[in-house]
């Protein structure tokens, strides 16, 4: 059995072309290729921090 | 040779990681090839009018690569078709920021603002649709439905629309009219989850409404009759079924017959003749009507017969506009000259017919009454005074009445004065009385009035005294 209110929730009203301004402003542009980069950079702060952690680790040895 | 997607810098087409920046390409790579083939999903979807599936696998492209404008493209499309234009122009001008080059967007969103009356249809629709979910969700469910058609009328691909359409038919337990907006808006959008659902929903209803039908007509068709030991059941039959099974064909026509006679008798019989008495109450309407008509038409034409006897009384003893003309002159030659004649003069004047007169003829008419009438005045007014010096009464009487009646106020009332005087000694006190009480009123300041008003009190004495001797 149908239950009316809750089906109601399924629809959502359409944007208005006064709405199309916020629409394209607001719409999040964030992809997996950002992502992605992210984690690179994240990676590559990491690689270089631990670079200069061993290097300062080998130079207390010596 | 290409490039790393961090860095920009060339690496290898087997390279998994760049020497310079160390961004893993493979992942880059992955995800290139997921954007495409999404891509490739939401083209074959929207092919196969499976709009919502398409619009989900595009989405999914462009969540992984933002910059596949192909994917942006086709995604405006699909929104356009279900009736979402501001996405629709959203996309195209995403796409176009991404790459200003690209075509596909660039012609879109030209055609959005060159034919902007067919866009606006589609925006209308949106619009409509957003009031239609605000009367469903405050339960004003013939509002929703009657705004819902307009928007389905419209823009007949908003499929979102007929759903809405569909479920508040649902609500209202109109099954049948459901079950028609679902397989239209299957038709737009082959397999959206909601209308599957729906229908399947509504046909359930629809199957078990046909199933408790059919139920009833099998209720009806038996009968069971129980004879004290078994119950028989056998099927019921109508009348005319009866009568159909019946092997009697004679039996059939007879009845036949006998119902054509009595229709005929109770029918058509009292039809025709209900129609005769109409006929002969509408011939005798319109005969009393035109009887009537005749009468008043002779009204009518006594009323104008009287009228112009009428006019035609107040022309008489009158002169046409030539005899008008000439009688004008004639008076005019009469009332002037050293024979002048001022009582033919005034009586050929009056022949004169002022009416038919153009304005100088009444101008003439009007100067020459006047003038005759202070010629008169004169005249009459010497004679009237001599012939009462002489004592001949009835000559002054007749003199003087002429100026009264032109002038009442001629030398200031002595004129009347006069001919109360005339009429007092000619013994007719009347009349006498008539003109002093005239006097004695009109000029009561003056020495006139107060002996008029004496002359009233002695006369009417007089006849009291006299009427006094008469009765004693």
Known sequence: ?62 | MEKCFNCGNPIGEDERTCRFCGANQRAYRMIMASSEKAYNDGLAKARDHDISGAIESLNRSVRFNKRNTKARDLLGLVYLRYGEPVLALREWVIAKNFDPDDELANRYLDSASSNPGAFEKIDTAAKKFNTAYKYARAKAFDLAALELKNVVRENPDMVKARQLLALIYMQEGEYSKAYSELKAAKEDDENNPLTVRYLKEVRSHLVSGKKKKKKKTDRRSTVSINDGHDVVMMPRQSFIEALDNSKSGLFNILIGIAIGILAFVFLVSPTMKQRENEETRKALITANSTTASSKSDAADLKKQITSLQNKLDKYEGKSDVKGSYENLIKAQQQATGDKADLDAARKTLKEANKKLLGTSGKDLYKSLTAQIDQQTLTTKYDEGKNAFRQRDYDKAIDALKTVVKIDDTYDNGEAVYELAQSYEYKGDTKNALKYYQKVAKDYAQFYRGRSSARKVQQLQQAQQNQQAQTNG
């Open chain 1, 1 to 62: 059995m149908i239950d009316f209110d809750e089906e109601l929730k399924n629809f959502k009203p359409s944007m208005e072309t006064s709405e199309a301004e916020d629409a394209i402003r607001d719409k999040d542009l964030t992809d997996m290729i950002d992502i992605l980069k992210e984690i690179t950079a994240s990676q590559s702060t990491v690689i270089r921090q631990s670079a200069a952690v061993a290097a300062a680790a080998k130079q207390n040895r010596k």
